[in-house]
C-alpha cells in the first residue's frame, strides 16, 4: 500500500486495452519506478521504446535531455544523496551496500520553470511521469523468479527491505515532483487503475 495519498482518477480513457488518465496525451508518458515494478512490461505492451532511458534529476536542465526525446518510454532515474557527489539509481552498488540507507538531497533536484511567455516551451506539460508501485513483497515475487534466468544483475541477492528502501525513494521523488507542478501519477502494478497524487 502506498504511503502516499492518492486517488482514482474519475475521468480515464483505455489506450491498448490499458487505462489512462483522460488528459494525459500518449507521447508526452514516461514510464518509471523502482526495478522489477514492471516498467519494460508497460511499455512493451504499449508498443512505446523498449531502451531504457536514464535521467538525472540533479542535473541542470535534465528536462531536455536526448533520453527523453522519444516517447513513452522506459525511464530509470538518478537521484541525488546527501553526502554523495554524483546521482545515484537505486540499483547501483554504492546505494544497496549503504548503511544506514541514503537520504535524499531534495536541495539539489532541479524543476523545469514555468512557462512566462506564449513562445516558451510548458516543460511542465512535456511529460507524464507514471510511476509504477507495487507491493515490495510482489516485486520480490518478480525478481526472485526473474533472477533464475539471470537475465538481470540487479536481481542478485535482493532482499525485501532493499525493495521497500526503493519503493520509499520512489515514492518521496512522486510527491516532490507532484507538489512542484509536474504531471506525475502512480499506480500499483502495470495493469492498475492509475491514481492521482492528493498534494
Known amino acids: 500500500m ?15 486495452d ?9 507521447r508526452v508518458l ?4 523502482p526495478p522489477g515494478s514492471g516498467k519494460s512490461t508497460l511499455i512493451r505492451n504499449l508498443g512505446g521504446w523498449s531502451e531504457e532511458g536514464y535521467v538525472d534529476l540533479s542535473m541542470n536542465k535534465w528536462w531536455t535531455a536526448q533520453s527523453l526525446s522519444l516517447r513513452p518510454r522506459e525511464i530509470h532515474m538518478g537521484f541525488p544523496f546527501k553526502g554523495i557527489k554524483e546521482a545515484m539509481a537505486v540499483f547501483e552498488p554504492r546505494w544497496l ?9 531534495f536541495d539539489r533536484i532541479c524543476i523545469p520553470p514555468p512557462k512566462r511567455h506564449f513562445w516558451n516551451v510548458d516543460w511542465c506539460k512535456r511529460y507524464a511521469f507514471e510511476f509504477i508501485l507495487p507491493k515490495a513483497e510482489t516485486i520480490l515475487e518478480w525478481r526472485t523468479n526473474r533472477a533464475k534466468s539471470g537475465s538481470h544483475y540487479v536481481d542478485k ?11 520509499h525513494t520512489y515514492e518521496t521523488i512522486a510527491q516532490y515532483l507532484a507538489e512542484h507542478g509536474l504531471f506525475v501519477y502512480v499506480r500499483e502494478g502495470n495493469q492498475g487503475r492509475p491514481l492521482r497524487i492528493i498534494t
Open 2 to 16: 502506498f504511503c502516499l495519498k492518492t486517488e482514482p482518477f474519475t475521468d480515464v480513457q483505455i489506450i491498448k
Open 18 to 26: 490499458i487505462v489512462f488518465p483522460s488528459e494525459l496525451t500518449f
Open 30 to 33: 514516461l514510464v518509471t519506478g
Open 97 to 105: 551496500e549503504a548503511n544506514p540507507p541514503l537520504q535524499l538531497e
Open 157 to 167: 541477492n535482493i532482499i525485501l527491505s532493499q525493495i521497500q528502501q526503493q519503493l
